[in-house]
């Protein structure tokens, strides 16, 4: 059973109409380069304006000068050696730097025997699980930060426990409105930030390797330390490069939290654009803020390739 | 250390973890229901008179449709623009890595700097604050590379002999997109929109620095905590926690389809 | 330029660059209408890069190739009248088997009947009735096979593309699958071009076979001329086992050249070779067309003493390794022709005479290593996929 005209087709077969779309096609085949470029201007426009331009803008305008009229050109250092001059400004910085720190590594030490938890346990409630660790992640960290609100206060769940539980017999204080109210809250709403990169390389981690290991001769701690640990490294990094820059760039928490001695770089960033209207000024304490954030990037990518931890393809 | 002691201590460490999670969430929802004044105990009583206070708030109405109209936006553009992106990035290019890097770029720089600096650059172009139009801009620069990431990851994915079957049958690039590529890759397409939905919906930082006189959700609870504090709130943050909930449902469902 | 269009395709001096890899090195070839070519080397050898070149996947870097008698040039792949069955199939697993055998004749818009019919037909033809609605997860991996090349075929192209389709599946179903195809290249007519890395698998179903290495082809032909005639070290290397015994032309007439061993034994083999006196040659014989005898026969036309070093039963045949004076080892294959294997089985350290005629041997002096089948690590060339 031959299948007819096998003989009498031509080999290149004539295409009908749509000459403009074969055109189109073929032209963007002989330059390949048209296509990405085409592909690429919406995201690189987008990013000019929201990244390129405003950062711009934040350089020029830290050599403005505030003034009752307004904002005049400058052209000195004034505000950076404002920064400098007042110890307030550089020991807030380091407080704030401090306090990530501290959010940073506590969160380390509690999600990433969490994280293996997830990884390396049973297969069956997976799912359910991941799903109960994203549902935070996916609500707003306002609320997450308010939530903290009827627990922490003098009328507060915890206060209300220690009352009933007669174990003081007067609210205590010590729980809100100071830098432990905010060390706790922000450990809280950014573990998941934490939980899902570590998750993420603990799970990638061939379990072959780890067996392998122990047929070598490793017992469970060894490999973890010679074999988990270095593997989930590239998770690690990623959590934390992600937890610091949260902390270290948190409004919200301290500001609705922090009282007097809880506030953080943020806030004063922020009130230079509400309350004292130095926005030259403001603009100097972010970019700092900018430099700090890329010095961690800087030292984490001596670590591990950034690139392949924030996803895409390497 | 035994690996049946270590399952259980994990376990309970788990358990743990999940408890500190979710107390404060579950704290806020109970206390929603609290018939007292003060958002905190003692405790009053059940009642649903918060969530009926709610139903009648005409501002929170406002701004309930202000975010979803946002969210809805951003999501549809920045999907579209991050899925470009991705997908010119399938071939190989001069530069492709200090792209990459700007597409990145927006992952770590902190919200508030890119908020004040958004501020900056709309007062000095002289253009109004409005919710469609500067917060928009706030938005879909957040989301994107959100959606970058995640479309990518699906586009590494994808088997590209299929696409090549089906030039070799006769369908040109377009045809074969619509086709096979496309249909293949949706569920995880639409995946990504729902979460720059989420990420929109739930933005504050930038959004303080670009809206005007419009609020969205969390701009309206911000300036609530402020002056009225009463269960009232909770019910709103109740509301947006089941809505997360079920949105979490929904991108799993989707993912789950795709296998 | 007069193409003839006897050839379904051909290839002119074909190159393709990757970078600095050359990965098809002046390639120039015809295949037939209604010919079963297969492409066979080792993986890296630029087979699987010849069949993408066709389908349109790949562009050669210098070169033509003509389709039909006309040089397909630009042409995207879905403008040209050749069909690929792919490796893992590439079935759309969002389609049933049906939209996906008749996908290519939607593209070209025939009319719904038409295409029905057709489908059927083809379904019938590869041996899978009425699976239609079913989807490519459901199917086993021979099923899917035939899904694929039903899906090809029912657009009847000019030449059928076929990359390695059998790699994935087991020993018998390959078996059987390589015979359906043969079948179904019988019945419908069509032009194939089959890539492989199986030489067992090209001898069986090809007419012809181009054996390719590092981007060249070696030789093209029959089944038949590429095992008993290897025109290249290569070749007699790659294709089966054979010995290779190297030594230097001692003379010549027009029946026989002589080629001296180490050892100082004298060897005849027929050849057209045109080397002369003095040049070093290697004497290729393959081990079962070697007699190997307990007793020096009386007339023979070459024969070699050697000592029995080892033996490999191997159910059918075996294998021996016999060691000869100048210490060049060389396999004989005996089949287990005998009652019992164990009363016929010459035992290690007898002395044994190895004889052959000397048509059964060939001169062997192309210019290169002798190339070693375990060396098959060649990594293949970097796909830059077409887009």
């Known amino acids: 059973m031959a299948i007819e005209g096998a003989a009498a087709r031509p080999a290149v077969s004539a295409s009908v109409g749509r000459s403009a779309r074969r055109d189109l096609l073929a032209l963007l085949n002989r330059w390949g380069w048209v296509k990405v470029l085409l592909f690429l201007v919406p995201a690189c426009l987008l990013l000019t304006f929201y990244l390129v331009i405003p950062i711009a803008m934040l350089i020029v305008m830290s050599f403005y000068r505030s003034t009752l009229f307004g904002v005049v050109p400058d052209f000195s250092w004034n505000n950076y050696l404002h920064f400098w001059r007042n110890p307030m400004f550089p020991n807030l910085l380091l407080r704030s730097i401090r306090l990530a720190v501290t959010v940073t590594a506590i969160s380390l030490l509690v999600s990433y025997p969490f994280a293996y938890f997830l990884a390396r346990g049973t297969r069956r409630f997976r799912t359910t699980l991941l799903i109960l660790v994203m549902v935070p992640f996916w609500t707003s960290y306002l609320i997450r930060t308010m939530s903290w609100l009827p627990i922490l206060g003098i009328k507060g769940v915890v206060n209300y426990s220690l009352m009933t539980l007669q174990i003081v017999s007067n609210p205590v204080e010590v729980f809100l409105f100071n830098q432990f109210s905010v060390v706790l809250t922000l450990i809280h709403i950014y573990l998941p930030y934490m939980v899902v990169p570590i998750y993420l390389s603990l799970d990638r981690l061939d379990g072959r390797l780890l067996e392998a290991a122990s047929d070598l001769g490793a017992n469970p701690l060894r490999t973890f330390w010679h074999v988990t640990l270095p593997l989930s490294l590239p998770g690690v990094v990623g959590g934390i490069v992600m937890v610091f820059i949260a902390a270290f760039g948190a409004y919200v928490t301290p500001k609705l939290l922090g009282g007097s001695s809880g506030i953080m770089f943020g806030n004063v960033l922020a009130d230079q654009y509400s309350g004292t209207f130095n926005w030259p000024f403001g603009a100097v304490l972010a970019l700092i803020m900018i430099a700090v954030v890329l010095g961690l990037l800087v030292v984490a990518s001596r670590f591990t390739r950034l690139d392949a931890v924030f996803g895409a393809r390497a | 250390m035994t690996d049946g002691r270590a399952r259980s201590f994990l376990r309970i460490y788990g358990a743990a973890v999940y408890v500190f999670l979710y107390t404060p969430i579950v704290m806020l929802i109970v206390l929603s229901f609290n018939d007292s004044n003060s958002i905190t105990l003692p405790w009053g009583g059940f009642t649903w008179r918060w969530y009926r206070a709610l139903a009648e708030n005409q501002s929170v109405f406002v701004s309930l449709k202000n975010s979803l109209t946002l969210g809805l936006v951003t999501a549809v553009i920045s999907t579209v623009i991050g899925g470009l992106a991705a997908f010119a990035f399938r071939s190989r290019f001069r530069g492709q890595v200090a792209v990459m890097r700007m597409l990145l770029l927006p992952f770590v720089i902190p919200g508030l700097t890119i908020g004040v600096a958004l501020l900056l650059l709309f007062h000095a172009l002289g253009v109004r604050p409005g919710l469609l139009t500067t917060t928009l801009v706030a938005h879909v620069g957040f989301t994107l590379p959100y959606v970058f990431v995640l479309i990518s990851t699906r586009l590494h994915r994808f088997d590209e002999s299929l696409e090549e079957a089906a030039m070799d049958l006769g369908a040109d690039e377009i045809t074969t997109f619509w086709q096979v590529t496309f249909p293949l890759i949706r569920p995880g397409i639409v995946g990504s929109a729902l979460f720059a939905f989420t990420l929109s919906f739930d933005e504050f930082i930038r959004t303080l620095f670009t809206i005007g006189n419009d609020n969205t959700l969390p701009i309206q609870i911000w300036s609530t905590l402020g002056s009225m504090v009463s269960p009232e709130l909770n019910a709103m943050a109740t509301l947006i926690v089941a809505a997360s909930f079920a949105l979490v449902i929904a991108g799993e469902l989707l993912r789950g389809r795709e296998r | ?387």
């Open chain 3, 1 to 387: 330029m007069d193409s003839s269009s006897d050839f379904d395709l051909e290839f002119r001096n074909v190159t393709k660059l990757f970078g600095d890899v050359r990965a098809v090195d002046e390639a120039t070839f015809q295949v037939r209408r209604g010919e079963f070519l297969s492409l066979l080397g080792p993986s890296g050898c630029g087979k699987t890069t010849s069949l993408r070149m066709i389908a349109g996947f790949e562009r050669p870097t210098s070169g033509e190739i003509f389709l039909d008698g006309r040089p397909v040039g630009a042409t995207p792949p879905y403008r040209r009248n050749v069909n690929t069955v792919f490796q893992h199939y590439a079935l759309f697993p969002h389609k049933t088997v049906l939209d996906n055998v008749a996908f290519g004749l939607r593209m070209k818009r025939r009319p719904p009947a038409q295409i029905a019919e057709r489908v059927d037909r083809m379904l019938a033809l590869v041996e899978l009735p009425g699976v239609g609605r079913r989807f490519p997860h459901q199917l086993s991996g021979g099923q899917q096979q035939r899904v694929a090349l039903a899906r090809a075929l029912i657009n009847e192209p000019t030449v059928l593309l076929l990359d390695e389709p059998l790699g994935a599946l087991d020993l018998k179903v390959r078996r059987r699958m390589q015979q359906e195809l043969k079948r179904i290249h019988r019945e419908v007519g069509v032009t194939f071009v089959y890539v492989t890395h199986d030489q067992e698998e090209a001898l069986t179903m090809s007419d012809r076979i181009a054996v390719m290495n590092h981007g060249r082809i070696e030789q093209l032909d029959t089944p038949a001329g590429v095992y008993e005639r290897p025109a290249t070290r290569f070749v007699a290397g790659f294709i089966g086992l054979t010995n290779l015994l190297r030594g230097v032309v001692e003379g010549r007439n027009d029946r026989d050249v002589v080629v001296r061993l180490a050892s100082g034994a004298r060897l005849r083999a027929e050849t057209a070779d045109g080397r002369a006196p003095g040049a070093e040659v290697d004497v290729a014989i393959r081990p079962e067309k070697i007699q190997m005898t307990a007793v020096r026969p009386a007339a023979a036309d070459n024969c070699l003493e050697g000592q029995v070093g080892s033996f490999v039963y191997q159910g059918a045949a075996t294998e021996y390794q016999i060691a000869l004076a100048d210490g060049q080892a060389v396999r004989v294959i005996v089949q287990n022709i005998g009652e019992t294997w164990r009363a016929a089985v010459i035992p290690v350290g007898s002395r044994v005479y190895l004889c052959w005629s000397r048509g059964a041997a060939l001169i062997l002096s192309d210019v290169g290593p002798r190339r070693d089948p375990a060396e098959d690590d060649e990594p293949a060339p970097e796909r830059v996929a077409w887009r």
